[in-house]
């Protein structure tokens, strides 16, 4: 039953793109971050639903009469030149076949992700996107606190397999991004029994990630805590989530637990950490032979044989910054940094223009909680191999959108969320030819 009402539902939506190509970026999201179809055990987990729904989308798209603009900022031109490098690096890829595998898989990714920059031209259609990533994603956080709770914390949250978040240490960094974008709708929402629903996702989505007991998980929990409490509206309301968060915690989880983020302190005991650090210095011992990098999927026994100080401890990198500087040089990791910095300084800008004007203050609260998810990346994907994950290029495109729509006008849509062909021309108020003639005398 799962797998017809899985593919019902994706069919039933695909229709809907015909007529509005942007569902098509909410249909790929919905499949890229909560993977329904592998929640089914039989025909649907096979379909390759997301692709199926890239190529529709892209097909009506260009037949469509919406307009063909990509937003040209500094943030999707280094996008465009970072597919583009990590394309010439696999032509002297370590590991042909398995490298091009995984380019085949990025370059469907950053595809999707110009396409949501072009598509995505309102204050609706954006709001529209974060409920889709933050709904998908809460679906496990939900579903991971109460799991946590009722088993005290001894067995670990996982995600589906075969997907980016199937692990453990991938499902809690997931997890913990995810709450600062549950906060920004709930900031938005005017219905009570909304903003409960999800104050109650928030509580338990953190839950979950910590129940994940991903170390990397924690480390990036602490560092948002206090930039979710900084960036906050209302930061008493805020302050009590985060209590009552740390709280159940406490009280949940199993002593196992705390004896094992223990392991943070003393990682020189930790063969795993080791492990990853003897990776790391692979990584930059690469970049520094090669320009080019070993490519993707360059992390095997024959590269530590030649790059690593302990040849024989062969480990996955575990960290998005060495994991792109050992397959992609050091020009490829300035790519990748320079992106996220890039689209941090624009969100600064979209706060700092917004934060006091009523009409466009939903655009500041998504800025803000938007860097929350951003730092909470950078901090645990230090100790992650998530690279290549479509949701920090999704944030990165949030935070342009957010530029385009509120402080630029890119589209001429009123910033309250209406679209150029409703509302846009309420938005600005009509003078008169009277009015016109007395602001021209001198």
Request: contains cysteine.
């Amino acid at each position: 039953m799962r797998d017809i009402f899985v593919t019902a539902v994706v069919f039933g939506a695909l229709l809907l793109v015909f007529k509005h190509p942007h569902y098509g970026i909410y249909l790929w999201s919905w499949l890229s971050y909560m993977n329904p179809h592998k929640l089914a055990w039989g025909f649907a987990t096979s379909i390759p639903f997301a692709f199926m729904t890239a190529l529709l989308t892209l097909t009506v798209y260009l037949f469509s009469k919406e307009p063909k603009r990509m937003p040209w900022t500094p943030e999707t031109i280094l996008l465009i030149m970072f597919l583009g490098w990590v394309t010439f690096t696999t032509f002297f890829s370590f590991y042909p076949q398995l490298a091009w595998e995984q380019w085949y898989k990025v370059f469907k990714i950053q595809i999707m992700t110009l396409l949501t920059a072009m598509l995505i031209t309102d204050r609706k259609r954006l709001e529209g996107l974060v409920w889709v990533i933050g709904l998908s994603l809460a679906f496990y956080g939900v579903k991971g606190g109460i799991f946590t709770i009722l088993h005290g914390g001894v067995y670990r949250v996982q995600g589906p397999a075969t997907t980016f978040i199937a692990g453990n240490n991938e499902m809690g960094l997931a997890l913990i991004m995810t709450v600062p974008l549950l906060r920004y709708l709930h900031l938005q929402a005017q219905n009570w029994l909304l903003r409960l629903g999800l104050a109650t996702a928030m509580v338990l989505t953190g839950l979950a990630a910590i129940g994940s007991q991903s170390r990397g998980a924690l480390l990036a929990a602490v560092a948002m805590s206090s930039l979710l409490w900084l960036k906050s509206r209302n930061k008493v309301t805020t302050a009590i989530y985060i209590i009552a968060a740390i709280g159940l915690i406490a009280a949940i989880m199993p002593q196992e637990y705390w004896d094992r983020m223990n392991t943070i302190k003393n990682y020189e005991q930790d063969a795993s950490a080791m492990g990853r650090i003897n990776a790391w210095h692979t990584a930059f011992n690469l970049a520094k032979d090669r320009i080019t990098g070993g490519g993707f999927e360059a992390f095997h026994p024959s590269t530590f044989r030649q790059y690593a100080p302990d040849p024989n401890n062969v480990h996955d990198v575990h960290s998005i910054y060495f994991e792109v500087m050992g397959e992609h040089g050091f020009i490829g990791i300035g790519f990748f940094v320079l992106i996220g910095l890039l689209a941090w300084r624009t969100g600064s800008k979209v706060i700092r223009e917004c934060r006091k004007d009523p009409v466009r203050k939903w655009a500041a609260d998504l800025a803000a909680m938007t860097q929350v998810s951003m730092l909470g990346y950078a901090t645990g994907g230090a100790f992650l191999g998530l690279a290549y994950f479509d949701y920090y290029y999704h944030l990165v495109i949030i935070l342009v959108l957010a530029y385009q729509i509120a402080v630029k006008n890119k589209w001429g849509n009123s910033v309250t969320g209406q679209t150029a062909d409703s509302d846009a021309s309420q938005a600005i108020p009509k003078v008169s030819l009277a009015q016109k003639r007395r602001t021209r005398q001198p």
